[in-house]
């Protein structure tokens, strides 16, 4: 089996939930980082691109549809999963726009969904 | 006498009469031809008479063969013509005449005889003077004779002439004695009609009090009497016609003021347009407060007057259409400028109003204002998905921190702690999850993308999410879904339906049953059905089984959560993709839920 390996960027304000995700994906062989702000998020994209992008939409100052549209204007093609507690049509069309890989609601999941989610769509190495 | 008597009278009379002078006339003239005939032959008989006489003379006088045969003849011929003649002097007197006549004339054949033949024989002067004397006095009486048939004859004529003549004119003077009686009787007639008419024309302009003077006991009297009995009946039935006009106008116009209170007094907003220009004729209060205007500045308007033109036009294109059909048009909601409310949504209602010959003549609109409760549902929709949010995002902190612990090495009863809890923290994600669902269907914000989807994968998918829920119960799980069997639907909520009659299915079966998932096409529909072997719903509660917060009531005290909003999540979704569900059941059993869709849009 090959090993699943790569950088993570985990984009979210809620730092309790970034603890436990980080407990659950650092199990694995995988190199995990946080930021807590969409700006934040896009100054990493910018100096190092990551593998693959956990992305939360509702950010103080700059939220998720912002990374999107810097990665959307940056040719990005790294995977983004969007996990957020909004459910509207209105915004899971706007993610499909930009060609997210999947959209989750935190709420309806548990965070031992993580791993199996980021195994399907981390480019092998 | 009636009229029709006087005028058969005088008809048949003219008739009779002119037979009569016809056949007069026929017979008359026969007569008075018959003496003209006699009147002939007694002259004939008498110039014969005289011939006679003469060629005796010359015959005894210068006795000849010759002279003898003219005279001979002559005696025949005189014979034959008396014989000829006998139906001429049939009657007396000249009947008598006539047969003295031929008596004597066939009397003088010896004496001829004689003459002759003395002359012959060369007799004496004497003799021969003798027996031509003798003839010669019989020629005489012969001649006179002669002379008075033909005098009879004269008169016989004369008389026949005078008589016909007689009764020409007496036919004459009766057949100008009827005519007079008829003209008169015409003239009755015509003036007897011409009261009528004019009598008629008097009641024709009006004047129904007018009753014919004739009082006569014939047709025209009896005409007269019942035209009279119908100037009256036409007197009485107009007032009466009268009467019940007044009485209806009574009651159309107390309707009238009934319509126009109600229609005065709806709070919606109540229009007409003219068909043909699509001009308003008519507005009610509510209209006027809605609009801002008074209906005097209304009527006489069209929409392209009071709205920007581009609103206008398309007012007007449906307004057009509506008119074509018999069929309520039915505008959910339209936003309109108003001159002192601003922007205001309304749920109008339009329909054509016909004659009686089915044409149209007015559009009727009904238009509630529905501003209130679309804002009152945007409102409410707002405050749905904002009370989701909050409620979601420290429920996702309870979750995946229980969640988390649950995966470390915990002693058994802190274990079961947190997997309860875990339980539950689901649970209210499930529930969440379902109000919102349900609020987006109710407010229309939900829609669905339709898509062709492979059922054997979106089956298998679904298990696989609860397969760890199934491991937990130890159910057997199968699945009976034709492999190229496909649905056109959205693939999200058809997975969200399944997954919700799955989680049913495994939560109301006890350990160790089984679960049936199966899919089949029926005609133009496809069947997906999920069966288990558990508690069943009792049969008096299966009709409120797709109600909101329903709950069985032999599963209200089982350790399993419920809700009962997740069944009327998939209710209203089913609903929303243009299918249908059924259920099926019977306690202690065993249920089977199926989802009918129609296998293409």
Redesign the interface.
Known sequence: MTAVTGHILIAEDDTFLTEIMQKSLGSHNVRVSVVQDGQAAIDVITATPPDMLLLDLLMPQVDGFAVLEHMKAMNHSFPVIVLSNLSDDVHKKKCAAFNVSEYFVKSDMNEDQLWPIVQKYLPAA | MTIRTQLRATTIATAVLILVFIGTIFFSSAVVRKAYDRQRVAQQITERSFQSLLLRYEYVQHPSERAKVQWINLYEAQLRLLEESETLFKREPAHSVYEELRSSIENKEPLFSELIRNVDLGASDTIIQELNNQLSMRSQARIAQALRLSELSHDDATAAARNLFAFVTFVGLIVFIISTGSYFVSTKIAASFHILGSGAKKIAEGDLEYRFPIHSSDEIGELSRLFNMMATELAKSQGSLEQRVRQRTKELSSLNRFLDAMIENIPNMIFMKDAKDLKFVRFNKAGEDLLGYKREDLIGKSDLDFFPADQAEAFIKKDRKVLLSDAVVDIPEEPIQTRLKGERWLHTRKVRVCDEHGEPVYLLGISEDITEYKRTDMAKSEFV?LA??QL??P???I???L??LS?DALPKEQLHLVTTA?GAA?HM??T??AM?TIS?IETQ???PEPATLKLSEVIASTLQLHEMHREKKSLKVTTDCPEGLTLQTDEQLLKEMLSNLITNAYKYTPDGGSVRVKAEKRGQHVEISVTDTGLGIPAAEQSRLFTKFFRASNVVSTKEEGNGIGLYMVYALSKLLGGAITCSSEEHKGTTITLTFPSAL
């Open positions: 998905s989701s949010h979601r995002t429920l996702t902190e979750r995946w921190a969640s988390s995966h875990l689901s994600a499930e969440i999850k919102l987006h914000e939900i829609h």
